[in-house]
C-alpha cells in the first residue's frame, strides 16, 4: 500500500486477511466471458481500502471476510458485469 503513496495506517483489506486466492482476481477472462479477447487476463482492479477505527488504541472496526460476488449469469447467459463485486463483512465493536 505504501508503493501508491496512500497515508499511513490505510491497509488493503485483501492482504490485511491473508491474500485468500479464492478472492484475488476481479477482472477475470478466463472465468467471465462478459468480454472476447484472445488472451485470458487475470487482474486484481477492484479493491477495498480501510483505515482501521480505534479507541484508545484499541481496534473497533476491522475486516474479517472477503468474498466474491457476480460470479452466477443471469438468466440472458450473461455475467452482471465484467467484473467481479468484492464483498467484505467488518464487525463493529
Known sequence: VAKVGLPSGVCDVWERLGRQEH??????TKTN?????????RCR???IFLRPATKEGVLRL???HMALVGLEKLD???????HWGVYCSFPAE
Open 76 to 82: 440472458c447467459g450473461r455475467f452482471i458485469s465484467d
Open 62 to 64: 476491522y475486516p474479517d
Open 23 to 28: 478472492c484475488r482476481y476481479t477482472w477475470d
Open 45 to 47: 482492479f477492484d479493491r
Open 33 to 41: 466471458n462478459n468480454k472476447s479477447f484472445s488472451f485470458v487476463s
